[in-house]
């Protein structure tokens, strides 16, 4: 028999955690073995709605469940928001290359997320820090619009108190309580903690976001293939075989989504 590549396997969504007013984390029990690697994405059907890309923000050792952190962005997204515990939906993949882990043993690992973005960061960190002793120390520099807007509100002052961790975060607009940076994201990456010689930045968030942070990474002297983005199009098969995810000379789904700026520079709609 021939296998069908788009066909889901069964999941339940077993808990959702509202993260801010737009976005939520769904905890996903799969019906069936279900493996990835941090930065590798799924396709999640709803059910008479559609399919949509999303990357797992769990940790990867934990097999028995998937969490995906999903901002309400439109069609689909709107309705899972609106959808309750115990349904069922699909998961396919996983697709795409993830982060290469081997190569950013013994470094200064520097993550860089923008809003939502911190989603498959979360998956990248806890797959470090189970095996911390691998890296030379992890500095997290997070940027979201205003205090109500951060995610992971418990797990980032968690995060910010294991050895070799540094975590800044900073908000575009501050409230009467907020204590903490207030600017855009690259107003906290100077003078950074981090040994340019044996340094690696990962970032992901908006275009634009991604943008300026790696202006300023290459500004305070980063190497092209140094820089890790995670980059997104709008997707369909997952699979290298629509090209809906062209990117220059790239397919996002088969070659990414995570690319470094030395292998996208020269692409001229990068930031589109
Ligand atoms: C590899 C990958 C991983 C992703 N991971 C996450 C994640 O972890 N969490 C999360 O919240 N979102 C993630 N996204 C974005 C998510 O896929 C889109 O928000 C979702 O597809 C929108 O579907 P919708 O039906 O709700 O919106 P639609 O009704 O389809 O569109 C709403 C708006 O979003 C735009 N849009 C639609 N699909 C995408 C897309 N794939 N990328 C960018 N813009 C899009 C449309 O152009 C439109 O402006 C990821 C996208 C990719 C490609
Ligand atoms: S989504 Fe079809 S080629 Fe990438």
Redesign the pocket.
């Known amino acids: 028999m021939i296998k069908n590549i788009y066909k889901p396997i069964e999941a339940t969504i077993e808990d959702i955690i509202t993260e801010t007013a737009n976005?939520k984390t769904f905890v996903l029990k799969p019906k069936e073995k279900f493996e990835f690697k941090a930065g590798q994405?799924i396709e999640l059907t709803l059910p008479g709605m559609?399919e949509?890309?999303?990357?797992p923000?769990s940790d990867p050792n934990i097999k028995e469940k998937i969490d995906?952190?999903?901002?309400?962005?439109?069609?689909?997204?709107?309705s899972l928001h609106s959808a309750g515990k115990n349904i069922s939906v699909g998961i396919r993949g996983p697709y795409?290359k993830g982060y290469p882990l081997e190569k950013f043993q013994g470094k200064d690992i520097l993550i860089v997320g923008g809003g939502?973005g911190l989603?498959?960061l979360r998956s990248l960190l806890l797959s470090l820090f189970a095996e911390i002793e691998k890296y030379n120390k992890i500095v997290l520099r997070y940027g979201a619009r205003s205090p109500h807007d951060i995610i992971y509100k418990e797990l980032i002052p968690k995060w910010a108190k294991l050895d070799r961790v540094n975590v800044m975060t900073t908000v575009d607009v501050g409230d009467d309580k907020w204590q903490g940076n207030v600017g855009l994201i690259t107003t906290i990456l100077k003078d950074l903690p981090v040994d340019l010689k044996k340094a690696v930045a990962i970032v992901c968030g908006p275009p634009v976001m991604m943008k300026f942070v790696s202006l300023k990474l290459l500004d305070v002297g980063f190497k092209h293939g140094d820089i890790y983005l995670?980059m997104?199009?709008?997707?369909s098969c997952g699979l290298g075989k629509c090209g809906h995810?062209r990117l220059g000379s790239f397919y996002?789904?088969r070659d990414g989504?995570v690319f470094t700026y030395e292998q996208l520079k020269d692409t001229h709609d990068i930031w589109d």
């Open positions: 976005i994405f559609g949509a890309p999303f990357t923000s995906v952190t999903i901002m309400k962005a439109g069609r689909i997204t709107t795409g939502v989603a498959p995670s997104e199009k709008n997707m995810c996002i789904c989504p």
